[in-house]
């Protein structure tokens, strides 16, 4: 037995007040093989295991286990793990007791979201400020500006070689202790690219294009995709500068990326990739990279911090069974629950746009928080009214969108009425976000 291995379970053996618990440990490293190594506030068991051949797992292989009681140690959670497969590698750390455990899949995050950029500099010049500050530098990600291709759109997604590096790298982009060009930098985990099986992107036949001009039309996008092999678009669906490009066979819309990846539409040089489908059944799903589900009827977008404009959203709110039962999109379903304020208890005063997304529960608020998180004005709200052939008032907001940066002003108006003040308003927000 390793002397590491020794000071390992005899250490934890400590904690746990007495040393038949430590020795439960070492019989346990005797039985299996595996080693035992405490380090960085945590102790590592396996990684690999004995007689393991080849490279390690990849990711995706890997869960996270919470709300372990503090008085159990790896010669109970092994033989309960070991019920789900064979163990590669166990790190463990002491932080709950009492409840039940929870488990999910390990997120390795190697990319950050920096906004608050200037939308004037180029992927060059981001890149090479990112690698000054910080290590591990993989890649820049920087998305043009909807309607002047020669600015990004105020944000860049920066990828790193490890998690451990981008987590360094966010440390040190703290705001406040980092300025580039001047400017005070927001800095935040990239949301997790969303992960589709082998097996169903296998049976996309929809290609996601980016970085269109707002003036060209479907029609036109439709036209260039058939030039390469007449007949084979079925539809397109465009909105704002992306589109999504339906094909009636797979293997035409994998030959068409092929084609088409880099080509020059009315003079903006497009993006093409495989369309990811979302799960229909789901709400508010997340994911970036541009690319959401192909089936534009009942596809619903929102903007998201990757490229202004994709988030994939499912389930339809109770605003949305009430408008003619039209899907219409939903804010995340955020915990709708109250709690006693005990006396003594500790409140602290918080901006609303330090939280998720998911502690908004209506558009109105997602729209403020997403204009805030873009340096843009507030968005106003200015209500007109009609009357029905029944003689109703029936509502609609227009909203003004304002950009800080460059002066420039957006208006929408959803192209239905309501009965209420605060469905009309709700239905504006969503309406704004669906075509920002």
């Known amino acids: 037995m ?76 092994v033989p309960v793990f070991e019920k789900a497969g064979k163990i590669y590698e166990l790190r463990l750390m002491m932080e709950f007791s009492g409840k039940f455990i929870g488990v999910c899949v390990s997120l390795d995050n190697c990319r950050l979201f920096i906004g608050a950029i200037p939308k004037d500099k180029k992927k060059e010049e981001i890149l090479n400020e990112m690698k000054k500050v910080t290590e591990g530098v993989v890649d820049v990600i920087v998305y043009p500006n909807a309607t002047d291709k020669t600015k990004n759109r105020g944000f860049a997604f920066v990828e790193y070689e490890s998690h451990r590096a981008a987590a360094m790298a966010r440390r040190r982009l703290i705001p406040g202790t980092f300025q580039p060009w001047g400017h005070t930098i927001q800095v935040d985990w990239a949301d997790p690219e969303k992960v589709v099986d082998e097996e169903t992107m296998q049976r996309v036949k929809v290609l996601y294009v980016r970085n269109l001009m707002i003036s060209t039309t479907e029609d036109k996008i439709k036209a260039e995709f058939n030039k390469f092999k007449p007949g084979v678009v079925e539809r397109v669906k465009k909105l704002r500068d992306y589109a999504f490009v339906h094909f009636f066979h797979r293997e035409d819309a994998v030959a068409a990326m092929s084609v088409m990846n880099g080509k020059c539409i009315d003079g903006a040089s497009i993006e093409v990739t495989l369309a990811k489908p979302v799960n229909k059944e789901s709400s508010w799903k997340q994911h970036f990279n541009g690319q959401i589900s192909p089936s534009s009827e009942n596809l619903l977008v929102f903007p998201n911090k990757e490229d202004g404009t994709q988030k994939s ?124």
């Open 313 to 436: 959203l499912g389930k339809p709110a109770s605003l949305s069974v009430r408008l003619n039962g039209q899907n219409s999109p939903s804010p995340p379903e955020a915990e709708r629950s109250t709690y006693h304020i005990f006396p003594g208890i500790k409140l602290t005063p918080i901006s609303m746009y330090s939280l998720k997304l998911n502690h908004f529960s209506s558009a109105v608020m997602h729209l403020e928080y997403f204009c805030h998180k873009n340096s843009w004005a507030p968005p106003e709200y200015c209500l007109y009214s009609t009357t029905s052939q029944d003689g109703k008032i029936l509502l609609v907001y227009k909203v003004l969108i304002s950009s800080i940066a460059d002066d420039s002003q957006s208006y929408f108006m959803p192209e239905k009425l309501c009965t209420t003040v605060e469905d009309a308003k709700e239905l504006a927000a969503q309406f704004t976000l669906l075509h920002l």
């Open 2 to 77: 390793h002397e590491e291995n020794k000071a390992a379970a005899n250490g934890c053996g400590k904690i746990r007040s007495g040393t038949q618990n430590g020795a439960a440990l070492l019989a346990l490293m005797e039985k299996t093989g595996y080693s035992i190594v405490q380090q960085n506030g945590q102790r590592k068991l396996g990684g690999p295991p004995p007689g393991w051949e080849g490279p390690p797992p990849p990711r995706g292989c890997e869960v996270f286990v919470g709300k372990i009681p503090r008085d159990m140690y790896e010669d109970e959670l």
